[in-house]
């Protein structure tokens, strides 16, 4: 053997452990989970060993080799297109029996195999004993090597069996006799595919079984032939020959021999005497699966999923939050004034600082998700809402890909490829979408801090979440019973065995989202937070309503005069800066001031340690009013003024900038679309971040960052929550309208160019983005005005 | 100089976020770019 590359592909049933394995062998740190159907696309990765190059692939997980699913197809278009040098058959040697269905028909295509028996430690722990060399020697001698992907055990020995048994020219020893019908018939045609099979890939015997199988992605292969007609016309006399003689359907018969003979060489190469029949995982099902039980479980563990995400989240959100209050300060202090300098603190702090403060939320949904997915319990709750599922329409398998839509839409509608019948898939992917993503959650979560007591947080954020669940399986009810009308398919899936998370699976799963989650922080939200920050600075030129210098001279003239009158003239004197002890007493009642403002900033006015530090202000209030009788009232009053003042101030300069916003690009379209959202409860602000949330659901939040950063009117940066709570269109029933319009609304671009490719066409993606934004006007409409008619929102 | 170094700025969001948007629209996805042919890749519509 030269130093070529040598390609290695990892086949296996579904959840046997190829991902784990793959990237033991290159590095890779692809997605892995303990359900069936994780990997639905190929995965290339490369490795050295002893001087050669490998790419190995990994190939979706698959129980057979007909055309049933496009995993399969996948899978052996691969084997047989792409010939890779060796195959490696990674079987779940727990399920042995099982496993071995897909070798023996791997073994039928003639490629060079090794055997992988992986999850050794589980088939060891159960008390199974398979004997290698039988096994070895009823499947064609091909090598026969034991693997622990979890703990990488067996790599090297697996790298060193694929150099030993490298060789393109040798063919599988292996052939399983079919009996004397089928295989007459197979001679019968193997001749006619020989003449015309130079440019297929697949071998003559292989490819006349799959034709009396009626396989019809292979007949559409040979159709392609130069004697394809006389192929056809012979194969059909031999399938109705068959049929007669074995009085069955051929394809079933087939694969009742290939069950005989695996089971065959499962008693003579494994010893199950020791295994119990009732297993860890299966006392576990008895309660997690359980009739009554298992819904109320399942409730109840994603009841407290969000909880946890939103209790634990909120502490080092709050850091983060501050740094960047900290990151604007400093930018402000540093920079001079100017367009730049409120790019820099409006736009891109305020804007991008607002997403990345929610990095802690994502981690710990991930993490909640990565447990679920890696103990198992992601196949069982698909089981567990079968039933459910099945009533809706939908098919049982669909819930992976839904309960994936907690992650991120796109990803799941490319899980739905594990979904056999094309009808399925596409109600699947309608609904996906109102499964709250993980960038939807950031919005959720700076709503609920705003406007919802932290006593109830969590179980808001859990309605939401809920609300997407219940609302997926009522579409998909109604598409079901208009567009794609029909039985689903009946729900087979594995069950596989429960398994403690590892620590480097879960940190893998949780840094690889929140590095996808910083990567979009830092291009698309960042252009997303700029563009929108010059569509609500600019145009400049904008004709006010009113003279805002105007009205502040105005309010500094009359303080000027209140002064004089209320204060100098009653102390007699001319100025306060050259009365030393007056000084002093409203400096000491200032700082009181600050003190007390900056101590209440985050409390509830009806709270205890408000009034306890109100309290002490009036103390230290008191005991300078005793010291200084006579100055005290005049002071207080300057005080008073001074703050009145400051409050004017403020009044006007949010005014010009809520005016300077409004007359903005941003707003002026905002404004156009304000009536079609005002009966939700939405302003043109809202609408505005609406819409940009299209491109990224997390640009949501950024937009609002930047507006109300912009809206402000100064250059420092509040949390969005403050913000929000003092913005006055705002209330708790408009948060939670908004929430559940930002649950419903379009899925974001990528997953739309995600289900035009998975569906081939631009229809799909339009009627999901058009029939969402519908729903959601509708429940949001309802939601809205039906809270109003009950008295919330105030 | 400030007003200068903004409109740089914007050109190279505004350009970068149509590029996106753009690449998001017309683009073929991962099933058909790593082996450079359409064999396997699992689309259920045919690689351009």
């Known amino acids: ?794 | 100089m400030q007003t200068m170094i903004v409109y740089v700025i914007g050109a190279v969001a505004v350009g970068y976020f149509i590029m996106t948007i753009w690449k998001k629209l017309k683009g073929q996805g991962s099933c058909c770019s790593s082996s450079g042919g359409c064999s396997g890749c699992g689309s259920t519509h045919k690689c351009k």
């Open chain 1, 1 to 794: 053997m030269g130093n070529d590359k040598v390609t290695v592909a990892l086949v296996g049933n579904p959840n046997s452990g190829k991902t784990t394995i793959f990237n033991n062998l290159t590095g890779a740190r692809q997605h892995v989970g303990n359900y069936p159907g994780v990997t639905v696309e190929k995965k290339e990765g490369y490795r050295k060993f002893k001087g050669h190059d490998f790419l190995i692939v990994d190939l979706p997980g698959t129980y057979s080799l007909t055309a049933y699913s496009l995993e399969e197809v996948v899978t052996r278009n691969f084997i047989v297109n792409d010939k890779p040098d060796m195959v490696i058959d990674v079987l779940d040697t727990s399920n042995l029996e099982r496993n071995l269905y897909l070798t023996v028909q791997l073994l039928e295509l003639e490629r060079p195999t090794i055997l992988a028996l992986n999850m050794i430690d589980v088939a060891d722990a159960s008390g199974l004993k398979i004997d290698d060399a039988k096994l070895a020697q009823c499947l064609g001698d091909i090598p026969v090597v034991r693997t622990n992907g979890v703990h990488s055990k067996g790599m090297d020995i697996l790298l060193g069996n694929i150099l030993q048994h490298n060789d393109k020219e040798k063919k599988s020893k292996f052939r399983l006799n079919y009996g004397t019908d089928i295989e007459n018939a197979i001679e019968k045609l193997e001749p006619l595919l020989m003449v015309a099979n130079q440019s297929v890939q697949f071998p003559a015997r292989w490819l006349a079984l799959k034709l009396l199988e009626n396989d019809t992605d292979i007949i559409d292969s040979v159709k392609e032939f130069t004697n394809a007609k006389r192929i056809m016309r012979v194969c059909n006399e031999l399938r109705i020959e068959l049929s007669t003689k074995l009085n069955e359907d051929i394809d079933i018969f087939v694969a009742g021999q290939r069950y005989q003979f695996v089971g065959k060489i499962y008693h003579q190469a494994v010893d199950n005497r020791l295994v119990s029949t009732v297993t860890v995982s299966d006392k576990i099902d008895k309660i997690l699966t359980n009739r009554l039980f298992g819904l109320p479980i399942f409730f109840a563990l994603m009841w407290l999923m969000f909880n946890l995400v939103f209790t634990l989240g909120k502490v080092p959100s709050n850091w983060i939050d501050a740094g960047f209050g900290m990151l604007g300060k400093y930018l402000t202090s540093i920079i001079s004034d100017g367009p730049l300098k409120s790019l820099l603190v409006d736009g891109v702090v305020g804007g991008v600082g607002s997403v990345l403060v929610f990095i802690p939320s994502i981690l710990l949904l991930f993490l909640a998700i990565a447990i679920l997915e890696d103990t198992g319990y992601m196949a069982r709750a698909a089981f567990i809402m079968d039933r459910i599922m099945g009533r809706f329409g939908l098919h049982g398998k669909s819930f992976i890909p839904l309960l994936l839509g907690f992650g991120c839409s796109a990803t799941a509608m490319m899980g739905t490829r594990t979904l056999e019948n094309p009808r399925d898939r596409i109600i699947t992917m309608l609904v996906t979408p109102l499964m709250s993503c993980s960038a939807k959650l950031p919005v959720y979560t700076i709503l609920i801090a705003a406007f919802f007591d932290e006593k109830i947080a969590g179980n808001v954020l859990f309605s939401i979440y809920l609300l997407g669940i219940i609302l997926s399986l009522v579409m998909a009810r109604v598409f079901r019973s208009t567009l794609f009308e029909g039985q689903s398919e009946p729900f087979v899936m594995e069950l596989p065995s429960y398994r403690l998370p590892t620590a480097k699976s879960v940190l893998i799963h949780m840094w690889e989202r929140s590095a996808l989650y910083l990567k979009k922080a830092g291009t698309i939200i960042l252009a997303a937070s700029i563009l929108m920050w010059f569509l609500t600075t600019y145009p400049k030129d904008v004709a006010y309503s009113q003279d805002y210098d105007a009205v502040l001279a105005q309010a500094e003239d009359s303080y000027t005069e209140q002064v004089k009158e209320e204060v100098l003239s009653k102390l007699g004197i001319a100025d306060i800066e050259h009365n030393e002890k007056f000084t002093e007493l409203i400096a000491a009642l200032q700082e009181n001031q600050e003190h007390f403002a900056k101590t209440t900033k985050e409390l509830d006015e009806d709270s205890p340690e408000y009034d306890e530090i109100a309290k002490d202000k009036a103390e230290k209030n008191k005991k300078l009013e005793v010291a200084n009788a006579e100055r005290y009232s005049y002071a207080a009053r300057y005080v008073e003024l001074t703050q009145i003042l400051e409050d004017e101030k403020d009044k006007v300069e949010n005014a010009k900038s809520g005016e300077n916003l409004e007359k903005s690009y941003a707003g002026q379209f905002g404004k156009t679309i304000e009536p079609a959202i005002s009966p939700l409860g939405f302003d043109w602000r809202i609408g505005m971040s609406l819409v940009s949330g299209v491109t990224a659901k997390e640009v949501i939040v950024s937009t609002m960052g930047t507006i109300y950063s912009i809206g402000d009117g100064k250059e420092n940066v509040h949390s969005m929550a403050k913000a929000l709570k003092n913005d006055e269109h705002m209330n708790a029933l408009v948060a939670y309208a908004l929430m559940v319009f930002v649950l419903i609304y379009s899925p974001c671009l990528a997953a739309l160019a995600v289900m035009r490719r998975e569906t081939g066409s631009w229809k799909w993606p339009t009627v999901s983005m058009v029939y969402s934004t519908m729903l959601a006007w509708m429940i949001t409409f309802i939601v809205y005005q039906g809270g109003k008619l009950l008295g919330f929102g105030g």
